[in-house]
């Protein structure tokens, strides 16, 4: 692959900067894999914009994100920052009553505007050994059997890796793997609100959202007084006072989001308004060896959830351990890369699957353009995905899980007939004698093992070709190698907990019916 700006002869007296990974992009997630991959030994140089980004753009992390902030390394350097807590979310969705979810102190996460928010980053980056280069925009790539070559207009890097976390800009993105959902375009009109209260306004630590019949708006704190306030838009579907300008069409956008306007009726506009590309994307490829998207560069999904930032520290957690393998191992570098990649589409699309509940309130409620083709995209985009349960009128988006779509799988079967048989005949028989079932198979997938990517073996069956390791943090391979050693299943539970594995009996019992149901064992006769 290579992409040329500018020729070689205008760059061959720039000195060449050598490192293991190149991460180009200085956001959060851009700095969480490189201070990961700094801390486990790896040279890491990471590209940053010469100009910090503007104050008026604001982000939000769910208290959900704290773990995986402490991950990464991030969450003390956050918790020191002086970012305005996240408190939860006000919400008033598709006309229904108006919502309220209040998180406790422990609970917290954060808002922050972007520059703030990188600056943190970069700190937390720069204290684990990456190196942090200032520079333009990256104007070639090119891949060779040495590894990348990547130039700016002032400097020339090597590297084994190159990841791309630099966002919508997609460095290495933009180049053919990139996808648009076709048909669909959202802009951000994005405003910066200053209260003239001389006090806080109310709700003063919450993501404020609301629905409207042709978009939505949110907004979040920066600091006690001041909001960032941003109306979702669509420039085909939504009925826009363009003759008025960006600071009229964003007037006329919250006067249609009525009850936050109430909220920010006492304030003024403080500088322009912004319009903002914001439309959702995808890519054909997430990664392969010496190449990943990390973040935003590989995918991007609306900002209603609050998951935005949570989603790329997720993908920089990986590409983290992905990269580090393949460094370390390089006969493991194509089954990491195959496993990011798998892992960066399901959470997309599980990302649209889930959004389709709030999508269909606002549809139902509006009958407008706007929501029915969202709708019936999103509907598309997550058609595989296992179908979510979200709580009777709550609009919010829950947030994919750590587990893959296969874990997912496997747990949802514990509903099934089969298992719930299984279960009403082992405890009804007196002793079981168990053996693998005829037809039961093991294949190495990878997996996240520590600070690596290995080849684990799973279980698989005609009733699960998906296969199965763990159910409820029970190892089934163990599970099935135990079973035939004892007809009785407290002593079975025993053995199991032998060496230390700790299963909770309630878990034991659940993947023990699990595997007779799913074809993994079964009753013999005698």
């Given at each position: 692959?290579?992409?040329?700006?500018?020729?070689?002869?205008?760059?061959?007296?720039?000195?060449?900067?050598?490192?293991?990974?190149?991460?180009?992009?200085?956001?959060?997630?851009?700095?969480?894999?490189?201070?990961?991959?700094?801390?486990?030994?790896?040279?890491v140089?990471?590209?940053?914009?010469?100009?910090?980004p503007?104050k008026?753009?604001a982000?939000?992390?769910?208290?959900?994100?704290?773990k995986l902030?402490?991950?990464?390394?991030?969450?003390?350097a956050?918790?020191?920052?002086?970012?305005?807590?996240?408190e939860g979310?006000?919400?008033?969705?598709?006309?229904?009553?108006?919502?309220?979810?209040?998180f406790?102190?422990?609970?917290?996460?954060?808002?922050?505007?972007?520059?703030?928010?990188?600056?943190?980053?970069h700190?937390v980056?720069?204290?684990?050994?990456?190196?942090?280069?200032?520079?333009?925009?990256?104007?070639?790539?090119?891949?060779?059997?040495?590894?990348?070559?990547?130039?700016?207009s002032?400097?020339?890097?090597?590297?084994?890796?190159?990841?791309?976390?630099?966002?919508?800009a997609?460095?290495?993105?933009?180049?053919?793997?990139?996808?648009?959902?076709?048909?669909?375009?959202?802009?951000?009109?994005?405003?910066?609100?200053?209260?003239?209260?001389?006090?806080?306004?109310?709700?003063?630590?919450?993501?404020?959202?609301?629905?409207?019949?042709?978009?939505w708006?949110?907004?979040?704190?920066?600091?006690?007084?001041?909001?960032?306030?941003?109306?979702?838009?669509?420039?085909?579907?939504?009925?826009?006072?363009?003759e008025?300008?960006?600071?009229?069409?964003?007037?006329?956008?919250?006067?249609?989001?009525?009850?936050?306007?109430?909220?920010?009726?006492?304030?003024?506009?403080?500088?322009?308004?912004?319009?903002?590309?914001?439309?959702?994307?995808?890519?054909?490829?997430?990664g392969r060896?010496?190449?990943?998207?990390?973040g935003?560069?590989?995918?991007?999904?609306?900002?209603?959830?609050?998951?935005?930032?949570?989603?790329?520290?997720?993908?920089a957690?990986?590409?983290?351990?992905?990269a580090?393998?393949?460094?370390?191992?390089?006969?493991?570098?194509?089954?990491?890369s195959?496993?990011?990649?798998d892992?960066?589409?399901?959470?997309?699309?599980?990302?649209?699957?889930?959004?389709?509940?709030?999508?269909?309130?606002a549809?139902?409620?509006?009958?407008?353009?706007?929501?029915?083709?969202?709708?019936?995209?999103?509907?598309?985009?997550?058609?595989?995905?296992?179908?979510?349960t979200?709580?009777?009128?709550?609009?919010?988006?829950?947030?994919?899980?750590?587990?893959?779509?296969?874990?997912?799988?496997?747990?949802a079967y514990?509903?099934r007939?089969?298992?719930?048989?299984?279960?009403?005949?082992i405890?009804?028989?007196?002793?079981?004698?168990?053996?693998?079932?005829?037809?039961?198979?093991?294949?190495?997938r990878?997996?996240?093992?520590?600070?690596?990517?290995?080849?684990?073996?799973?279980?698989?069956?005609?009733?699960?070709?998906?296969?199965?390791?763990?159910?409820?943090?029970?190892?089934?391979?163990?599970?099935?190698?135990?079973?035939?050693?004892?007809?009785?299943?407290p002593?079975?539970?025993?053995?199991?907990?032998?060496?230390?594995?700790?299963?909770?009996?309630?878990?034991?019992?659940?993947a023990?019916?699990?595997?007779?149901?799913?074809?993994?064992?079964?009753?013999?006769?005698?």
């Open positions: 692959m290579a992409t040329c700006c500018a020729s070689e002869s205008d760059r061959a007296d720039l000195a060449t900067e050598t490192s293991d990974v190149l991460v180009v992009g200085g956001g959060p997630a851009g700095c969480a894999v490189a201070a990961s991959l700094a801390r486990r030994g790896h040279d140089a990471l590209i940053t914009r010469p100009a910090p503007a008026w753009l982000e939000s992390i769910p208290g959900s994100a704290r902030l402490e991950r990464v390394g991030a969450l003390d956050l918790d020191a920052a002086g970012l305005v807590p996240n979310n006000t919400v008033w969705w598709a006309g229904l009553p108006r919502r309220e979810e209040r406790g102190a422990p609970e917290r996460g954060f808002h922050a505007d972007r520059a703030a928010l990188e600056a943190a980053f700190g980056a720069r204290d684990a050994g990456a190196r942090l280069v200032t520079d333009g925009p990256v104007i070639e790539t090119a891949e060779g059997p040495d590894g990348w070559r990547v130039a700016t002032t400097a020339r890097y090597r590297a084994r890796w190159v990841l791309d976390a630099s966002g919508r997609g460095v290495l993105a933009r180049h053919g793997l990139r996808i648009r959902e076709r048909g669909i375009a959202t802009l951000a009109l994005v405003g910066r609100w200053t209260s003239t209260r001389g006090h806080a306004p109310p709700d003063p630590g919450c993501t404020l959202i609301e629905s409207y019949r042709d978009g708006a949110w907004s979040v704190p920066t600091s006690p007084r001041t909001r960032c306030v941003t109306a979702m838009v669509d420039p085909r579907r939504t009925h826009l006072a363009r008025r300008g960006l600071d009229g069409m964003w007037r006329a956008e919250l006067a249609k989001a009525a009850r936050l306007g109430e909220h920010l009726a006492e304030g003024r506009l403080d500088g322009p308004v912004r319009a903002c590309p914001a439309s959702l994307y995808g890519a054909t490829s997430h060896p010496g190449q990943l998207l990390v935003d560069a590989g995918s991007f999904i609306d900002p209603l959830s609050s998951y935005g930032v949570k989603k790329a520290l997720a993908s957690w990986l590409a983290a351990i992905v580090h393998t393949g460094l370390e191992d390089e006969t493991m570098a194509e089954p990491a195959d496993f990011y990649d892992r960066e589409r399901e959470v997309y699309r599980t990302y649209r699957a889930l959004s389709v509940p709030f999508l269909e309130q549809a139902e409620a509006s009958g407008h353009a706007f929501w029915e083709v969202r709708l019936a995209a999103a509907r598309e985009a997550g058609a595989d995905i296992l179908e979510p979200p709580a009777p009128g709550a609009p919010a988006v829950s947030e994919p899980g750590d587990r893959s779509l296969a874990e997912r799988r496997a747990d514990l509903a007939p089969e298992v719930r048989t299984a279960w009403e005949t405890r009804s028989l007196p002793a079981v004698h168990l053996r693998p079932a005829p037809g039961l198979s093991t294949v190495h990878p997996a996240v093992v520590d600070d690596r990517i290995t080849l684990e073996a799973h279980l698989v069956s005609d009733r699960l070709p998906d296969g199965a390791r763990y159910v409820r943090n029970v190892d089934l391979r163990r599970l099935v190698d135990l079973a035939p050693t004892s007809d009785q299943v002593n079975l539970f025993e053995a199991y907990n032998r060496p230390g594995m700790e299963a909770p009996l309630p878990d034991f019992l659940a023990l019916a699990f595997a007779v149901g799913a074809g993994f064992l079964e009753l013999a006769d005698d």
